[in-house]
């Protein structure tokens, strides 16, 4: 397989995850501003810091409202991680590994596209908003069943795995930290007594972990569970350990593995020791921050290995 | 409301369906006699299929603008074209023909010239082509062919005959349509095929398949293929991706290549470097290889024609096969089957008028208003000059040009382009004038399409069916009528 096809396929991975990460995120905040206690106003503009982009916010738009935010959420063309742009990359990368994937998965992204951009009003619409973002959802979980059940489990699938379980570890990162951060703004942490509630709630169900969490851990939703599930529960597919445990297993049946995998393994056993009951309530937030500085690495690392055309190397 | 068959008048022209108003031509009898009993609203809802079915499959091609390259949809007629197959028989032997002499000719134009020497070809006119390589000469590439793939673009006249306009040997595109066009109209006219025995167009990747094999350098293997793209901002990129798909090829970038100390082509993997047999390359000669060509090409492979020249690796079409597509040479055609096959010509040629010779050139310049000029080395139907809708001043400007390079230029005729009914509103068809570009293989042997890629111009009375100009396709039908 092509350096190039590779580190396509691993794109097209990463924005379809993106895409449907961000439908998500959209979706379930929506509802919890709904939920919440009147006073309590945590605000739209959480979701652009969330994603690290309040530069390319602050370029276009001039207010912190909910229009201005699901505008460049969904719509922004120069953000590459609106749902709009995420799928125009897919269609990019998609296009450009035709011979690569299954000849229904071009068809399928063309469809995907055309429903996200003809039906944007909806979108941009609190009324109809859900039901477009769920329309976005099923086209990703679509294109991503289609693969699933139709992809040769040939390298070219390692790598469509490896970019959608790294980009789904950092997003679960980011849903935690949105959590986090919501919580972080209202010092008299108890009071009012069930934003705690609502907020783990909702990061759960954002991770669509909410049914799973309750089957596995009885009891009411207490922060530090939320958080201890969403990172190290392995059997849960949106856990980081699961995330990780995938791209090893991906890992392992590409060539030129060795080093690479030693570094999974290594930062795999890394990630969860560092945690530690007694001081998570202060030091999430640098543990999730750490978290993404990692992913970023393994990114890099699958680059030099993988996908770098520089590499010198003669058989 | 349906489609009033009384009301289509093909006027003067010949038209593939109607050969008077109400009346089909034989072949497309069942076809007419179809289309009529729909109702306006059947038709249209079949209209809308196609182009829903054309974005969902992204059949698309790049448009260059100002503002930046457009992806555009294939614009498609769901009113196919209808050729008998005893028509077509004559016409796929004269296409055979014609590339089998070409590439006679391009061999003995690079290695003892006598088409020169005996004075069939003026020396001068390959003294200045474009596309002549002289790194090429001396040079034998496998089975002694140099244009293993050719686009030949037909017309018919008002007789009703074929008519080659011109020989694509460059990077012809168009075949990925052809074959998309067919996928097409089955979902939207799904009814015909039981009726008629419409003869496949699918089997051309296989085709293409075992001519690039034909020379794969390392004939005792399964040959390692790459389609060589520009990349995806080229018109044809759509195609290139998908032929690559059909083949079973890699599809590559200049950047994914590498030539090795061993003068070996190599494709940059995951596992490390892989050894290329045979690059069914989609540029040009001069951005093959920047050490040979332009330096400043970064979509070529540098030390590419290296590996080509030590026989390392096979490239479709060979490097200088251009030669021969080149509308000044086009006109020596008919001269060239005779003289390397000793046969006349099956398929005629357009009359054509080369400014290189003074009478020919003072007839042009004195009957522009008649007349079509076209340069000798464009292709996409640009800088051209259609004489009877150009304006005094386009005349006169093109005059100019004439006389200072008339080697550049030919004329032709301006031609009464065949025509056949598109739709052009709600149950409502009107004729428009189209072109037919099979395709013509030669490895070890000679293969050509089954029908080709029939290019529609839009535009009522308009001449140009360049998709890059506005023009579309429709499906093209050979169909056997043996025992009906």
Same mark, same amino acid.
């Given at each position: 397989?092509?350096?190039?096809?590779?580190?396509?396929?691993?794109?097209?991975?990463?924005?379809?995850?993106?895409?449907?990460?961000?439908?998500?995120?959209?979706?379930?905040?929506?509802?919890?501003? +709904? /939920?919440?206690?009147?006073?309590? =106003?945590? %605000? *739209?503009?959480?979701?652009? !810091?969330?994603?690290?982009? $309040? #530069?390319?916010?602050?370029?276009?738009?001039?207010?912190?409202?909910?229009?201005?935010?699901?505008?460049?959420?969904?719509?922004?063309?120069?953000?590459?991680?609106?749902?709009?742009?995420?799928?125009?990359?897919?269609?990019?990368?998609?296009?450009?590994?035709?011979?690569?994937?299954?000849?229904?998965?071009?068809?399928?992204?063309?469809?995907?596209?055309?429903?996200?951009?003809?039906?944007?009003?909806?979108?941009?619409?609190?009324?109809?908003?859900?039901?477009?973002?769920?329309?976005?959802?099923?086209?990703?979980?679509?294109?991503?069943?289609? +693969? /699933?059940?139709?992809?040769?489990? =040939?390298? %070219? *699938?390692?790598?469509?795995? !490896?970019?959608?379980?790294? $980009? #789904?570890?950092?997003?679960?990162?980011?849903?935690?930290?949105?959590?986090?951060?919501?919580?972080?703004?209202?010092?008299?942490?108890?009071?009012?007594?069930?934003?705690?509630?609502?907020?783990?709630?909702?990061?759960?169900?954002?991770?669509?972990?909410?049914?799973?969490?309750?089957?596995?851990?009885?009891?009411?939703?207490?922060?530090?569970?939320?958080?201890?599930?969403?990172?190290?529960?392995?059997?849960?597919?949106?856990?980081?350990?699961?995330?990780?445990?995938?791209?090893?297993?991906?890992?392992?049946?590409?060539?030129?593995?060795?080093?690479?995998?030693?570094?999974?393994?290594?930062?795999?056993?890394?990630?969860?020791?560092? !945690?530690?009951?007694?001081?998570?309530?202060?030091?999430?937030?640098?543990?999730?921050?750490?978290?993404?500085?990692?992913?970023?690495?393994?990114?890099?690392?699958?680059?030099?290995?993988?996908?770098?055309?520089?590499?010198?190397?003669?058989? | 409301?349906?489609?009033?068959?009384?009301?289509?008048?093909?006027?003067?022209?010949?038209?593939?369906?109607?050969?008077?108003?109400?009346?089909?031509?034989?072949?497309?009898?069942?076809?007419?006699?179809?289309?009529?009993?729909?109702?306006?609203?059947?038709?249209?809802?079949?209209?809308?299929?196609?182009?829903?079915?054309?974005?969902?499959?992204?059949?698309?091609?790049?448009?260059?603008?100002?503002?930046?390259?457009?992806?555009?949809?294939?614009?498609?007629?769901?009113?196919?074209?209808?050729?008998?197959?005893?028509?077509?028989?004559?016409?796929?032997?004269?296409?055979?023909?014609?590339?089998?002499?070409?590439?006679?000719?391009?061999?003995?134009?690079?290695?003892?010239?006598?088409?020169?020497?005996?004075?069939?070809?003026?020396?001068?006119?390959?003294?200045?082509?474009?596309?002549?390589?002289?790194?090429?000469?001396?040079?034998?590439?496998?089975?002694?062919?140099?244009?293993?793939?050719?686009?030949?673009?037909?017309?018919?006249?008002?007789?009703?005959?074929?008519?080659?306009?011109?020989?694509?040997?460059?990077?012809?595109?168009?075949?990925?349509?052809?074959?998309?066009?067919?996928?097409?109209?089955?979902?939207?006219?799904?009814?015909?095929?039981?009726?008629?025995?419409?003869?496949?167009?699918?089997?051309?990747?296989?085709?293409?398949?075992?001519?690039?094999?034909?020379?794969?350098?390392?004939?005792?293997?399964?040959?390692?293929?790459?389609?060589?793209?520009?990349?995806?901002?080229?018109?044809?990129?759509?195609?290139?991706?998908?032929?690559?798909?059909?083949?079973?090829?890699?599809?590559?970038?200049?950047?994914?290549?590498?030539?090795?100390?061993?003068?070996?082509?190599?494709?940059?993997?995951?596992?490390?470097?892989?050894?290329?047999?045979?690059?069914?390359?989609?540029?040009?000669?001069?951005?093959?290889?920047?050490?040979?060509?332009?330096?400043?090409?970064?979509?070529?492979?540098?030390?590419?024609?290296?590996?080509?020249?030590?026989?390392?690796?096979?490239?479709?079409?060979?490097?200088?096969?251009?030669?021969?597509?080149?509308?000044?040479?086009?006109?020596?055609?008919?001269?060239?089957?005779?003289?390397?096959?000793?046969?006349?010509?099956?398929?005629?040629?357009?009359?054509?008028?080369?400014?290189?010779?003074?009478?020919?050139?003072?007839?042009?310049?004195?009957?522009?208003?008649?007349?079509?000029?076209?340069?000798?080395?464009?292709?996409?139907?640009?800088?051209?000059?259609?004489?009877?809708?150009?304006?005094?001043?386009?005349?006169?400007?093109?005059?100019?040009?004439?006389?200072?390079?008339?080697?550049?230029?030919?004329?032709?005729?301006?031609?009464?382009?065949?025509?056949?009914?598109?739709?052009?509103?709600?149950?409502?068809?009107?004729?428009?004038?189209?072109?037919?570009?099979?395709?013509?293989?030669?490895?070890?042997?000679?293969?050509?399409?089954?029908?080709?890629?029939?290019?529609?111009?839009?535009?009522?009375?308009?001449?140009?069916?360049?998709?890059?100009?506005?023009?579309?396709?429709?499906?093209?039908?050979?169909?056997?009528?043996?025992?009906?």
């Amino acid at each position: 397989m092509l350096s190039r096809v590779a580190e396509r396929i691993y794109w097209s991975a990463r924005y379809l995850e993106r895409a449907e990460n961000t439908a998500r995120m959209i979706n379930v905040y929506s509802k919890m501003l +709904l /939920d919440l206690p009147s006073g309590v =106003d945590i %605000g *739209w503009y959480k979701l652009v !810091l969330l994603n690290g982009a $309040e #530069r390319q916010f602050e370029r276009k738009f001039h207010h912190r409202d909910e229009h201005s935010v699901i505008e460049f959420l969904l719509a922004d063309v120069d953000f590459s991680g609106s749902v709009l742009s995420s799928l125009q990359m897919i269609r990019e990368n998609v296009r450009t590994t035709r011979d690569a994937l299954p000849a229904e998965a071009w068809e399928q992204v063309n469809e995907s596209a055309i429903y996200a951009t003809s039906r944007l009003e909806y979108g941009l619409r609190r009324g109809d908003r859900y039901e477009y973002l769920d329309g976005i959802i099923r086209c990703c979980q679509q294109l991503s069943g289609m +693969l /699933d059940t139709t992809m040769r489990r =040939d390298a %070219g *699938w390692e790598f469509f795995r !490896l970019g959608r379980n790294l $980009e #789904r570890a950092d997003m679960t990162t980011r849903i935690l930290d949105a959590g986090a951060s919501m919580l972080e703004g209202h010092p008299g942490r108890e009071e009012p007594l069930n934003l705690v509630q609502i907020v783990c709630g909702n990061v759960l169900r954002s991770a669509s972990a909410y049914q799973p969490y309750r089957r596995v851990i009885k009891g009411p939703v207490r922060s530090r569970l939320v958080v201890r599930f969403l990172l190290e529960d392995e059997l849960f597919p949106r856990s980081v350990a699961h995330c990780i445990d995938q791209m090893i297993d991906a890992v392992g049946a590409l060539p030129h593995q060795r080093r690479v995998l030693k570094m999974l393994k290594c930062e795999r056993r890394q990630i969860l020791a560092r !945690l530690d009951d007694e001081t998570l309530d202060d030091t999430l937030r640098d543990h999730l921050n750490t978290l993404q500085v990692q992913f970023a690495e393994f990114h890099q690392e699958f680059t030099r290995n993988w996908f770098s055309l520089e590499r010198p190397e003669a058989r | 409301m349906t489609i009033d068959w009384t009301q289509y008048d093909p006027g003067d022209y010949y038209d593939e369906l109607i050969c008077a108003p109400g009346k089909a031509r034989e072949p497309a009898r069942r076809l007419v006699h179809y289309l009529g009993s729909l109702s306006a609203e059947e038709i249209e809802a079949r209209r809308i299929t196609a182009e829903a079915t054309i974005q969902e499959m992204g059949v698309s091609f790049t448009v260059y603008t100002d503002e930046g390259n457009i992806d555009r949809s294939w614009p498609f007629d769901i009113v196919p074209r209808v050729i008998d197959k005893k028509v077509w028989d004559v016409t796929a032997a004269g296409l055979k023909q014609r590339l089998q002499a070409l590439n006679l000719f391009i061999d003995d134009l690079y290695h003892d010239q006598k088409i020169l020497r005996d004075k069939v070809l003026p020396r001068h006119i390959l003294a200045n082509s474009q596309n002549f390589r002289p790194e090429c000469i001396g040079l034998s590439p496998p089975c002694g062919i140099w244009a293993h793939i050719c686009g030949t673009d037909l017309v018919r006249d008002r007789d009703g005959r074929f008519y080659v306009l011109e020989d694509n040997l460059r990077v012809p595109s168009g075949v990925s349509y052809m074959l998309e066009n067919r996928a097409v109209t089955k979902r939207v006219l799904p009814e015909l095929f039981d009726s008629y025995r419409i003869l496949p167009v699918d089997d051309y990747p296989d085709k293409l398949y075992d001519t690039l094999a034909d020379i794969a350098p390392r004939q005792y293997r399964e040959p390692v293929m790459a389609v060589l793209t520009p990349g995806i901002f080229n018109s044809a990129y759509f195609e290139h991706a998908f032929l690559a798909q059909q083949l079973g090829a890699e599809l590559v970038e200049g950047s994914d290549l590498v030539v090795g100390d061993d003068d070996c082509v190599y494709m940059r993997t995951i596992e490390g470097l892989e050894r290329v047999d045979v690059i069914y390359r989609r540029i040009d000669d001069l951005y093959l290889d920047p050490e040979v060509f332009r330096e400043d090409s970064v979509l070529g492979v540098p030390g590419l024609m290296r590996a080509w020249k030590a026989g390392k690796v096979a490239l479709a079409n060979a490097p200088g096969a251009g030669v021969a597509d080149d509308k000044v040479i086009y006109a020596f055609v008919p001269a060239i089957i005779r003289y390397y096959l000793d046969q006349e010509p099956i398929l005629n040629n357009v009359e054509t008028y080369l400014c290189d010779d003074p009478k020919q050139r003072d007839y042009v310049l004195k009957n522009l208003h008649k007349l079509v000029v076209k340069p000798a080395n464009e292709s996409g139907g640009y800088g051209m000059l259609i004489g009877p809708h150009a304006s005094d001043s386009e005349r006169r400007e093109f005059a100019a040009r004439i006389a200072a390079d008339p080697r550049n230029y030919i004329a032709q005729p301006t031609l009464s382009l065949s025509t056949a009914p598109a739709l052009v509103g709600r149950g409502c068809v009107e004729p428009r004038h189209l072109d037919l570009r099979p395709f013509v293989l030669q490895g070890r042997e000679l293969r050509v399409t089954t029908g080709g890629l029939t290019r529609v111009a839009m535009a009522r009375g308009s001449l140009v069916v360049n998709s890059s100009q506005g023009g579309g396709s429709k499906d093209t039908w050979i169909v056997d009528r043996e025992g009906d």
